[in-house]
Nanobody, 113 residues
Framework: VQLQASGGGLVPPGGSLRLSCVAS????????MGWYRQAPGKQRELVATATTTGSTYSVDSVKGRFTISRDNAKNTVYLQMNNLKLEDTAVYFC????????WGQGTLVTVSS
């Protein structure tokens, strides 16, 4: 499988989740990886990226709350999400950055009280 995201769920505002994405080795070892999200009625947007050397970037709306990381032994990219807000509700996807792999189903994160 090229990309497989998991870990979504229903959490209250202020809660936490950790998303995981297992990537094929050929992609993981070569490419910067990213997490993206698509909220209902909105376009898909970039959330965070992590290079093969460990440098990370996150968009302003999640900075200080979300952390992207990579586990090289498992070809897995994580997105630790803390202090979740209602506006974080979305389907979350992983892909290379820039994205070039077919989008999978993603994993749904619902923040609701």
């Amino acid at each position: 499988v090229q990309l497989q995201a998991s870990g979504g769920g229903l959490v209250p505002p202020g809660g936490s989740l950790r998303l995981s994405c297992v990537a094929s080795e050929s992609i993981y070892k070569r490419d910067t990886m990213g997490w993206y999200r698509q909220a209902p009625g909105k376009q898909r947007e970039l959330v965070a990226t992590a290079t093969t050397t460990g440098s990370t970037y996150s968009v302003d709306s999640v900075k200080g709350r979300f952390t992207i990381s990579r586990d090289n032994a498992k070809n897995t990219v994580y997105l630790q999400m803390n202090n979740l807000k209602l506006e974080d509700t979305a389907v979350y996807f992983c892909n290379a950055f820039p994205a070039f792999i077919s989008w999978g189903q993603g994993t749904l994160v619902t923040v609701s009280s």
